[in-house]
């Protein structure tokens, strides 16, 4: 994103919108700038406000004259008054950027909008998590803070050597040249996202070591990591990871019980009859 230098007032507006802190208004050219190295291509300074087309210079000279009267003329809080707030056409590797930080933009790897897949949230259709596996998501970033993908790559080549399986339709996992060692493509590590989600299965007894590894990593990494586990219930509700997350030391809290009541679309059982 940049600032329009010749439409900007400086009025500041846009400096509270942005998550990342990345806008800022200079004090000697008395503009909007935006740090592109902070900038996470999220879009919210672009499309969350309003703009009106004010003509700059006459804002400007109203502005500067209201000034000397001790009276301000600031636009309503929501608003860029002059249109100055620019998209610029976005190449790569800039690009993941936006895939990673505008959840209206649905990642081409997934064509889902966002950072991860459904997770096993469809588990009843997948079967991506079966009875002695636990299913693994690890997210990175947050507003303010946002993550590199030499940050999680960190986690990533941890993680392949403890003999998990990525999976495949995430976006991160689309980014690894090597999914067996987790190394990610090098033209990109350095860009920053505001978060990402990280997913993995492994077998149920290697849940445990696998938890350790994420909080060893976790601690040498200067940004929010959260981690999400997942297993099958059996038929009292009961599962074997939370005994082994508990028998461990973990404290967890049960987020989600899917009641296993999801079927395939009708479109997808005819799919499979087909391919059968
Ligand atoms: S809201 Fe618009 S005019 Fe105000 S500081 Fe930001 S870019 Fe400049
Ligand atoms: S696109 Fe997002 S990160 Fe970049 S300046 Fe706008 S609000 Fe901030």
């Not at 960190?154 to 993680?159: I, K, R, V």
Request: charged fraction near 25%; glycine fraction near 8%.
């Amino acid at each position: 994103m940049i600032i329009d230098q010749k439409k900007c007032v400086a009025c500041g507006n846009c400096v509270a919108v942005c998550p990342m802190g990345a806008i800022h208004i200079d004090p000697v050219a008395k503009r909007a700038t935006v740090n592109q190295d902070e900038c996470v291509e999220c879009y919210t300074c672009f499309r969350g406000m309003s703009t009106e087309h004010l003509n700059p210079t006459m804002v400007r000279t109203i502005r500067k004259i209201g000034s000397w009267l001790r009276w301000r003329f600031d636009p309503e809080p929501d608003v860029c008054p002059t249109a100055a707030i620019t998209e610029q056409e976005l190449a790569w590797p800039r690009i993941v950027r936006r895939a990673f930080s505008d959840p209206v933009v649905p990642h081409e790897s997934t064509g889902v909008h966002g950072r991860g897949t459904e997770e096993v949230k469809t588990n009843d259709v997948t079967n991506r998590v079966g009875p002695d596996d636990a299913g693994f998501t690890v997210e990175f970033g947050r507003p303010t803070v946002g993550v590199r993908f030499w940050q999680i790559q960190e986690m990533t080549t941890a993680l392949a050597r403890m003999g998990i399986e990525f999976e495949k339709r995430n976006p991160v996992t689309s980014l690894m040249t090597d999914t067996k060692t987790g190394e990610i493509r090098s033209d990109i590590l350095n860009e920053k996202i505001l978060s990402a989600i990280v997913e993995f299965k492994t077998s149920l007894a290697n849940a445990p070591a696998v938890l350790q590894k994420v909080k060893e990593v976790a601690k040498t990494l200067d940004t929010v990591v959260a981690v999400g586990a997942a297993a099958r219930c059996d038929e009292q509700g009961e599962n074997r990871l939370e005994e082994m997350l508990i028998r461990e030391g973990f404290t967890f809290n049960r987020g989600k019980t899917n009641l296993g009541l999801g079927r395939p679309s009708v479109e997808a059982a005819k799919a499979h009859v087909h391919a059968g």
